[in-house]
């Protein structure tokens, strides 16, 4: 069996991680995980698109600003979206690889939660909460799959999803949510068989992160 080698194996260990001239978008980024993970690529190297919900526009043009100020030598993008929008979806994502030249990764990370006890679940909260979660992130890897097929190298889809997706955590009650996270798993186990000729699927299960901390 021969193994497998690095074509540079002697070279600094981070330069295997470098993203220099890559292209990248991430949904749901204008703070939490979306927004490290925004700041990571571009760390990294890749020029990155950003995409929000209803975070003010205020707030959107000054972390626009702090990411370039951080990384002069990348494109920082931002755009309004509602990821339960499939034609939004598809127009930012089109957008974002025209403006950026390209994406190379994109990273489904929009998503919700919400602590209500199951027997009591209105119907209109359920249905977003799947529509947010699951179609949202569907939407997005489907409109980065039709950017990335007609590409000579291939593309990096990833998912966010969540611990919840495997484990039932106490003493939240968020049935729908830990639902809506383990179809993202299986969804993403699923296109990662289908698209292997122009992607590379992955997903990622956090815990949490605190965000929300501290509110009332």
Request: charged residues 15%; proline residues 5%; glycine residues 6%.
């Amino acid at each position: 069996m021969v193994l497998a080698s690095h074509p540079n194996p002697t070279s600094p260990v981070l330069s295997h991680f470098s993203l220099q001239g890559k292209t990248a978008l991430v949904t749901g980024a204008s703070r939490g995980i979306g927004l490290q993970v925004a700041t990571g690529l571009l760390e990294a190297g890749a020029s990155v698109a950003i995409t929000y919900s209803s975070t003010p526009p205020d707030e959107i043009s000054a972390l626009v600003a702090s990411l370039s100020s951080a990384n002069p030598d990348r494109v920082v993008k931002a755009y309004q979206c509602n990821v339960t929008d499939r034609a939004a979806v598809i127009s930012v994502i089109e957008t974002a690889a025209k403006e950026l030249g390209g994406l190379d990764i994109v990273v489904a990370n929009a998503g919700i939660a919400d602590h209500i006890p199951a027997e009591d679940y209105p119907e209109d909260k359920f249905r977003n909460i799947l529509d947010v979660n699951f179609n949202g992130a569907f939407w997005t890897a489907q409109a980065a799959a039709n950017v990335m097929k007609g590409k000579k190298t291939r593309g990096s889809i990833i998912f966010t999803a969540s611990v919840s997706a495997i484990l039932v955590n106490v003493p939240q009650t968020q049935a729908a949510y830990n639902a809506s996270k383990a179809a993202v798993v299986h969804l993403a186990k699923s296109l990662a068989v289908e698209w292997t000729s122009f992607a590379r699927v992955n997903c990622v299960s956090p815990v949490s992160i605190g965000l929300f901390s501290g509110l009332k």
